[in-house]
């Protein structure tokens, strides 16, 4: 097979230069690259490398502002509200990660609302950062319309992914994360960059009807995971991420992949608890017993393993590129 | 139809006599038939006077300690734990609500962590009562074991329910409650106390087969909705309510039903935002923006709708009784 594999640190590199060809500060570039090859080196393609052009497209259109930096207003003793400024998703989300990490010593619980925000990629890698930081993470994100109210036909909600984390003392976090969509829209992305059908079942096209064309998929709806209880959590969580946030809803906000129109202007609420004193000391250990229990029965592995597998090989052995990742990488870097 | 109709008042008098007769103070007694009428009221039978009998019977022999009184622990600024020393859930619960009403104006979020609970009932009738304070209610409830890991085959965790209130300006609050099986552990229960068979797709029997017997399904595992994702969402619950509150889990749990064995000692994980400070001030003109926008669609509802109508009907008109639920709220209620 041909291709070009890349140490992570060399594909950083690359993707901080190209975005800073792009019109972005080199502080917010890194941050943004720390994401996509962390989702990338993960196996989760839909939110790496694969978002570098349009990124950059946006970023150079300006309806990503590269240069925005991230401003925190204070609205509670335990909850703050981060104006992403119509940046990157990225440096607003460490923003907020590193102030509730500054909080939960004192209150325990603590919540910030992200507004004026974009993409936010894989939502596991906000929380498993709250997690590093010894806090159990919440994240709750809205997304551009992609799925219809339950009984209806029209997009209106985003595919919302929740992400949580748990930190673990012997073992890197557990980070569950997932969209509320059958799959994720990355997916069918992906699906559609690579000219792969996709199985039927995992959304209709325009006029409600099941397809397998990842273009009539992506110009349709998706389907929930979960049927009407699935369809509740996605109203749930456009309610926690885009109304108490004060953001646009997903039939308001622009495509997070062309570099038309009005930012997006998505919303992304971020909750971190200690577990230490809320659990009354009992945390560390009782969740090493519930895991135990789990991995008991054969059959069953714990969630995020084997983006723990693939994140250790890509640490060890670098990115697999195919050619035309790799040349769309050089020339994006190359760009002026 | 035969039958007998009792006003909302009646009910509630003869369960708080029911309970009193059977080892329970009137005060929590009075907390608890708030509760059963409620969610009889709203159409949600597997938690209303159906429960009375079970909860009769384990404040008789003790399992459950009706005379306990709620204690407060606070945990940090914005994070307090609720220890309802074996007695009904509800008392715990109401404190947990009162306390969080109390803390949201400055810390803008709180949690509380309710540990050595019981049955917490309809689980949206906790959050409703934070939203009729005016605030956002998250709620994450462990249950005796029903679902077995994704993969594996013996049940580890409950049915584990998320609700989830919104206030409104106008309305009623919006609820949104579901267990995260395929279909309420209550529903198969209620289906064999009338001796009815429950659809293919609920439950797999003791041998991990499909079945349509509620006491089969009752002996085997019931199915999570959304499949893997949905059995995530499973184990998320079962470490928010479980391990954050320091609970057993639902396979160390002992049934909600029986008089039997230990306290089941699960828990209760609630959380309070509020939606004024949280939001920049946008909450409530943007919530009724969002839900005018899935109304707008033919063919949509809100959730809890047909639960608000219901609950309507019976205030007006009562709650319609067969004989048999009649005879056993009067049994139970002159016993002694």
Known sequence: MSGKTLTLEKAHGLVVQALVKHRTDPANAALVADALVAAEADGQKGHGLSRLPSYCGQAASGKVDGFATPQVQPAAAAALRVDARHGFAYPAMALAVEKLSELTPTSGVAVAAVFNSHHCGLAGYHVEALARRGLVGLLFANTPQAIAPWGGSRGLFGTNPIAFAVPREKHDPMVIDLSLSKVARGKIMFAKQEGQAIPEGWAVDAAGKPTTDPVAALAGTMLP???????????????????????????????????????????????????????????????????????????????????????????????????????QLQRLAADH
Do not use: C, N, W
């Open 225 to 327: 995971m979960g049927d009407a209880k699935g369809a509740a959590l996605v109203l749930m969580v456009e309610i926690l991420a885009a109304v108490l946030t004060g953001s646009h809803f997903g039939f308001e906000a622009t495509s997070f992949f062309d570099a038309e129109g009005e930012p997006p202007s998505v919303g992304q609420l971020l909750l971190a608890m200690a577990p230490g004193p809320v659990s009354g000391g009992a945390f560390a250990s009782r969740l090493e017993t519930l895991l135990a229990a789990i991995l008991d029965q054969e059959g069953t592995r714990l969630p995020g393993d084997r983006r723990l597998g693939l994140r250790e090989k890509a640490q060890k052995e670098g990115l697999a590129l195919t050619d035309q990742q790799y040349e």
